[in-house]
């Protein structure tokens, strides 16, 4: 089955550790994005891609990077640099294209910093 | 600039009919759509509007106005499962590809 796979779902740090979360999909999905979401508000774009080896910053990039070495996956790593990286994270992918498309979500991770 | 409003929250009893309204202010609007989320869990694909009009699924519509900025989604025949956040969300046309901006989620609370 297609999809996009993130893990793990739950994830606990260390303050001042650096920490990747991995997302993978199958489903031949030219962009990919990762978004932020804190309890009772929307989802908040971090990174995207387009196509491999390019990436942009979304709305809140910083303390976060990326990397886009193959087409099927887009880890994102959370630095010690993110003032408040607790949060749930969403990883999606979508047909890159002019037109708006569906995005697919994966699963999410709940990172939770101590 | 991409601002989206949505009401925080909404109540209903089940098996009524409840609109959750969006609008937006953004400028390379390319569509919107709406999602599901329940709690702890990702999104899930609602519906799509590119067009100005009514796009009905089984108990859900969404209905599209590009001249006002605003959209609703309706849900009938409310069942209790339907008590999750509903997200709108507008993709936003760059240069040749598109992101998606999403609102703060209307919780949608079904009561017996």
């Known amino acids: 089955d297609g999809g996009i796979t993130q893990s793990p779902k739950y994830l606990f740090r260390k303050e001042g550790q650096n920490v990747t979360l991995s997302c993978e999909q199958n489903l031949n999905h030219d962009a990919m994005y990762w978004y932020r979401q804190d309890p009772g508000q929307g989802l908040r774009l971090i990174y995207y891609s387009q196509i491999v080896n390019d990436f942009q910053k979304g709305d809140i990039a910083e303390g976060y990077s990326v990397s886009r070495e193959k087409k099927e996956s887009f880890p994102l790593t959370v630095t010690s640099a993110q003032k408040n990286p607790t949060a749930f994270y969403l990883c999606?992918?979508?047909?890159?294209?002019?037109?708006?498309?569906?995005?697919?979500f994966g699963q999410g991770t709940r990172l939770t910093v101590v | 600039g991409q601002n989206i409003d949505q009401p925080t929250e909404m109540t209903a009893t089940e098996g009524a009919i409840v609109q959750i309204n969006c609008t937006y202010q953004?400028?390379?609007?390319?569509?919107l759509f709406w999602y599901q989320q329940h709690a702890g869990e990702a999104p899930t694909f609602l519906s799509y509007?590119?067009?100005?009009g009514l796009e009905e699924k089984g108990r859900f519509s969404s209905f599209l106005s590009r001249s006002k900025g605003y959209s609703y989604l309706l849900l009938k025949e409310l069942q209790m499962k339907d008590s999750a956040s509903y997200l709108c969300a507008v993709s936003f046309r760059g240069s040749g590809y598109s992101t998606l901006t999403f609102g703060k989620g209307t919780m949608l609370l079904v009561s017996p």
């Open positions: 999606a992918s979508s047909i890159r294209g002019a037109r708006g498309t569906e995005a697919f």
């Open positions: 509007n590119v067009l100005d």
């Open positions: 953004t400028s390379g609007f390319n569509g």
